[in-house]
């Protein structure tokens, strides 16, 4: 099996996934503080999207890197610990800063922040309100997603897991059909179409293989296409106007289409993959934790400097904070994300293969 840390192309895609939430993310914050003319607001509408994308790549991720391991003793406890020390230390990090902030300059932090559970957010336990750290809302995703992986890991022969990950779409499915009523934000984290996205990816990593190489060009252009294509036509009131049902059926498949194609494509040797583009996707984790940080203190600050751009300082404001940005998520994965990942491996904490992180 190609590891899948040799496919540049997964790296790439991470890191415009995390680009396109850090663009979504500044289009609220220029048009909280710029004001009008806003320069992303019609451009970053849809681009949360990007969350679409990581959950594709994450499914497409664990049946690549669990290939061979199925049923294997100790196999699902193995992985729980190394996707839970991926993710959650620096989120912890990050979470505490969000706590530190209310405590010092409650007037930086959201005030729907009161009533949220610290307990929930650390742990990343279904709540009825975001995390203290709001982009933690994928996470929460993401721990259900590796929770269930891990059991069929556990006990599911690998040749029984793409039907098992039909099964897993079906009842997702059937539950969309019942009465609608009071449900716990445990059944709504279960029952979200979002789901969908990830089993697809897993699927993805299982059959990519099989795809004849004349489809990699056609799959990206399409994964492509439907993206624009649903960026453009849906209402300009933007994600909150648009079930999760759309969303899912629109950009779930989208990232699908994209990830397989382009996969596809580098295997074959037919891509060549930038370098910054894959050092984004190295350091993709880090940005995403940090970026909202930044993007809140660039707008505050520009408001004092700089309080009235035209157009032109708009687009001054927009690059000047992506490139932020990433030169903070760079440096915190390089000073804090891959020495905590390194940690593990240097003080054998984890037994198992010394395989490194996806």
Request: hydrophobic content about 55%.
């Amino acid at each position: 099996m190609q590891n899948q840390q040799r496919l540049g192309s997964l790296q790439a895609l991470r890191g415009i996934a995390a680009l396109a939430v850090v663009v979504f993310h500044l289009r609220g914050v220029e048009l909280k503080y710029l004001g009008a003319p806003s320069v992303l607001d019609e451009l970053g509408r849809y681009a949360d999207a990007g969350v679409d994308l990581f959950f594709v790549l994450s499914g497409f991720v664990m049946t690549t890197i669990s290939a061979g391991r199925y049923t294997q003793p100790g196999a699902g406890s193995r992985f729980l610990a190394k996707r839970a020390w991926r993710v959650l230390p620096l989120y912890w990090i990050f979470t505490t800063l969000v706590v530190i902030l209310m405590g010092i300059v409650p007037s930086m932090v959201n005030s729907s922040y009161a009533g949220q559970s610290a307990l929930a957010s650390y742990f990343l336990i279904p709540h009825e309100q975001m995390p203290l750290l709001t982009v933690g809302w994928t996470l929460v995703h993401e721990a259900y997603f590796y929770l269930v992986f891990a059991a069929l890991l556990t006990v599911i022969p690998e040749r029984l897991i793409p039907a098992c990950l039909v099964v897993w779409a079906a009842l997702i499915g059937a539950a969309g059909w019942m009465p609608s009523g009071a449900a716990s934000p445990a059944h709504y984290l279960v029952t979200n179409p979002l789901t969908y996205e990830f089993i697809g990816g897993a699927l993805l990593g299982v059959y990519w293989r099989r795809m004849p190489a004349w489809m990699a060009v056609p799959l990206m252009a399409g994964g492509i296409g439907l993206a624009i294509a649903a960026a453009a036509l849906l209402p300009a009131a933007g994600p909150s106007t648009v079930s999760v049902w759309t969303r899912v059926a629109l950009f779930g498949t989208a990232s699908v289409l994209l990830v397989a194609g382009t996969v596809r494509f580098e295997s074959i040797g037919r891509l060549h993959v930038p370098a910054p583009l894959v050092k984004m996707g190295d350091y993709s984790y880090s940005l995403y934790l940090s970026h909202v940080f930044v993007i809140s203190a660039a707008g505050r600050a520009w408001t004092l400097f700089y309080p009235a751009p035209g157009a032109a300082g708009h687009w001054v404001f927009v690059a000047t904070t992506v490139v932020a940005c990433c030169a903070v998520g760079h440096a915190v994965h390089r000073w804090v994300e891959r020495p905590l990942l390194a940690l593990p491996t240097r003080l054998s904490v984890l037994r198992g293969p010394r395989r490194p992180y996806a």
